[in-house]
């Protein structure tokens, strides 16, 4: 597998930060998922124009957005379709599984001493949830922000930003690279004026993907020698 677009003229980074919905968790089906089973009694077929507006945002918003492109707001409120879909996703998000490529590149980004941070719209107690299997993985970021630790989410750049001044050694944002799943998120990292790579579902629309400076088709095709970071030993790739 190779990637879908190439840098064309990828800068030297030193920090990564990473989205982790359907980035490092393969959570996204579960949102699906969940989403659909509240939507039935509406008769309403969840589809990919909604999922590439809404994925990525905060619960909130990204519910108000369902609920708008649905024009059911005369018979739910987001705050309700939001309860709704979290007492079905609470026990899916147990079982969360890391995607491809997550734990060889984390591993490799530790042992060179890259400093790494989450910046998830999730809200904590789902982070605490999805990540349950997890524990010594996440253990391993610097920093972790979760939705809550914004006013403003995602397309807004807010969080990648916090996430560079909370690194300890304060990189400016052209120096750390964003790993993103979501358009909202890769918008948001491009605001923050990172360089991006994207690793979008195959099911979303390659028009969503052109902001991104990469695009790949998994993690696993990775290299981050573009970026100015230690290859992977040659045994391992
Ligand atoms: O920012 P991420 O980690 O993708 O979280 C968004 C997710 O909660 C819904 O799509
Ligand atoms: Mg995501």
Redo the contacts with the bound molecule.
Sequence with gaps: MGPFRSPAAPKRITHCIF???????A??TM?TVAQQEVLDPFGKAFNWDIKAQ??????LE?CQALVDYYDIGDQITPEEFLRRREVILDKMFLDAELMPGVARLLGHLTAHQIPTA??????RK?FDLKTTQHRQLFDRFEAILT?ESVTKG?PEPD?YLLAASTFRDKPAPEKCLVF???PV?ITAGTRAGMQTVMVPDPQLDPKHTLEATEVLQSLEDFQPELWGLPAYPSSSS
């Design positions: 989205d982790m919905d359907g980035l490092l968790l959570t996204e949102y809404m994925t990525g945002k905060k619960a990204a989450v910046a998830t719209s999730s809200s789902g939705g995602k969080i993103e799943d979501a998120g």
